[in-house]
């Protein structure tokens, strides 16, 4: 992570200092399969989607990147290297890297290549090789010439999909509160998702304060390190004399770099991926994108920390006032849940007692800056009879608002607002909200997070509050699994080879899949897991079978069902054969 210096009079800020950049371990530098492909589950993406995987193309992404302290202005990614010039993308398209500053620099920043671009872009190494349109800015001059923190005039828009910023400012004065200020009006006006990094803090048994910028901006996704090494806690500082959003806790999310710097490249690779899948969408707004990241991020890695400031074991954990864990945030980025999330796709709150409920993973963008009327707004959850959710994860965001305050169009004088929205979530089996089972109410943060383990059976109903006159953004995932595994798919009662052709037509439906759609163990998709309890219960009854008649037979359009109904254990040698390049 880059650290920059900043004083009041400086008229842009300059690097002061750069953090030793530690070598890269060889299996994070070449392996066929990086580590964090497996950690974060893209690897299993990989396997679902094949050639049906985004790669984060279409559209432009943006790199701000802080030149050393000798002044020689290296801030420029390498782009002639195998990670960017096309010989390891597979379509051969090479990275067109434009300057967005055009200043005076002597070489190329091994940083911005190798530490924060190859991860964030690269052919191999990043969740988006198919990014091939990136703008660079030097940090100096994108502070003073985009954000224009030590004028009047307004920002410089920003026309990005995704901007990442591996880098930071530890000093407090006027002008970091006008880059605080700037940068979360370009973020709400661009629809723009700003990825920002924490510091590093390798020190691992004393507490390392946050940074000014831009960590303590609201509408920013902060991203810390899996190991717990970066900075940490809430946003207590004043900026240039103001609170700027005290109490907060940060980072957001957290990825598995031993590098904030390679962490913060992550989540803006996993953000451009999300950001082509969700084209066209509301998905892709920034409040949304947030609300999807996070509520993606899982937390089970951290079940044993052992946080070396206090010498005691530090599981995951946050409160009703508290959304976030006070070291990792919503948790560990995981590609996989995250796009599950997005594909589930919008579904819309009601303004009374849901009708239905929604399905168990998706996303909701409500837009209610011009409803001053609005009320409580309800989404219903159900865990079917014979199931249970062993986990529901469900993230609320909204953005601060900033505006300028000048009548004058040349003259930028912003002041940011935050509304104030809570969630709450109940258990409506008997009644409507009957009783409440958990909350997500603080009074500082633009996040809320319901976290819930081992529902049972029911309707549930969650509430979220305070919309009126704001815009917001929701996201959740609600895993579950039946009690019993149930392979008869057309339900006939006999599992048998037209239940094999059931999973086999519905073997790319990865999530809110349905039982007779081939879930057999009940988690929401259709893969090997459940081609393999289909094995285990070939030939068991469920109920007395229907007899089978020629009628029947004939409504199945694959001869194949004849003969694997006729076949019974040979099928199952059969079906293994078909499905040898399908494991996971």
């Known amino acids: ?70 002044g020689l202005g290296s801030y420029l990614v ?42 964030y872009f690269g052919s191999t190494q990043s969740f988006a090789p198919g990014a091939n349109s990136v703008v660079n800015y030097d ?3 994108w502070l003073s010439n985009v954000l224009r923190i030590a004028g009047s005039a307004p920002p410089e828009p920003q026309p990005f999909r995704v901007q990442n910023l591996s880098w930071v400012v530890p000093g407090v004065g006027i002008q970091e ?35 000014t910028l831009f960590a303590y901006a609201y509408n920013t996704i902060v991203v810390g390190r899996s190991d717990g090494g970066h900075s940490r806690g809430q946003t207590n500082n004043f900026v240039g004399g103001v609170a700027y959003g005290s109490g907060r806790y940060r980072p957001d999310v957290v990825a598995p770099s031993t590098l904030a710097s390679s962490s913060t490249a992550m989540v803006s690779s996993a953000a451009t991926m999300l950001h082509q899948s969700g ?42 006032t508290r ?40 996303w909701d963008y409500q837009d209610r800056k011009s409803d001053s009327s609005v009320g409580d707004l309800y989404y219903n959850f159900e865990v079917p009879i014979g199931s249970t959710a062993p986990e529901l994860s469900i993230m609320l965001n909204w953005n601060a608002k900033v505006v300028d305050t000048n009548a004058d169009p040349n003259i930028f004088t912003p002041m940011q607002s935050l509304q104030n929205l809570d969630l709450q979530f109940y258990d409506s089996s008997n009644s409507f909200m009957g009783t409440m089972i958990d909350q ?32 917001y953004g929701l996201a959740w995932r609600m895993a579950t699994s039946f009690n019993s595994p149930n392979a008869d798919f057309n339900g006939d009662g006999i599992v048998d080879g037209a239940d094999f052709l059931v999973w086999q037509r519905n073997s790319s439906v990865l999530v809110n899949a349905t039982n007779s759609q081939g879930d057999a163990d009940g988690d929401g998709d259709v893969d090997d897991d459940d081609l393999t309890l289909f094995k285990s219960l070939f030939g068991t009854t469920t109920a007395p079978p229907p007899p089978m008649s020629v009628a029947r037979i004939a409504a199945v359009p694959e001869p194949a069902a004849v003969a694997l109904a006729a076949a019974g254990v040979a099928a199952l040698g059969m079906m293994t054969r078909l499905t040898a390049n399908r494991r996971k």
């Open 1 to 70: 992570m880059r650290e920059f210096s900043s004083t009041v009079r400086a008229k842009r800020l300059v690097a002061t200092s750069l953090l030793a950049l530690a070598a890269l371990p060889a299996s994070l530098a070449g392996a066929a399969t990086p580590a964090w492909f497996t950690s974060t589950d893209y690897t299993k993406l990989q396997q679902r989607l094949g050639s049906s995987l985004p790669t984060g193309a279409g559209g432009t992404i943006s790199l701000v990147e802080a030149s050393p302290a000798n």
């Open 78 to 119: 390498d782009v002639s290297g195998p990670e960017f010039n096309g010989s390891l993308d597979p379509g051969g398209v090479p990275v067109v890297l434009t300057d967005g500053s055009s200043i005076a620099h002597v070489g190329f920043s091994s940083h911005a290549t190798g530490i924060v671009g190859q991860y």
């Open 139 to 141: 940090a100096s001059a």
């Open 177 to 211: 509160l006008a880059a605080l200020r700037r940068y979360d009006y370009l973020i709400e006006t661009s629809e723009l998702t700003a990825v920002v990094g924490a510091n590093n803090a390798d020190n691992f048994t004393s507490v390392k304060a946050h940074p």
């Open 279 to 320: 084209a066209g969408t509301d998905a892709v707004r920034s409040e949304v994108m947030k609300a999807v990241i996070m509520a993606g991020a899982t937390k089970t890695e951290f079940a044993t920390w052992l946080d070396q400031t206090s010498g005691l074991i530090n599981p995951w954990n946050h409160t009703q």
């Open 323 to 362: 959304p976030l864990d006070d070291v990792f945030g919503a948790g560990e980025l995981n590609v996989y849940n995250s796009y599950a999330i997005q594909l589930g796709g919008k579904q819309s709150a009601s303004t009374a007692a849901p009708a239905a409920a929604v399905k168990p993973y998706g």
């Open 440 to 471: 997500s109410i603080s009074t500082v943060d633009n996040v809320e997070h319901i976290y819930l383990t081992n529902l049972g059976p029911g309707v549930y109903t969650l509430k979220v509050s305070g919309a009126a006159n704001w815009d």
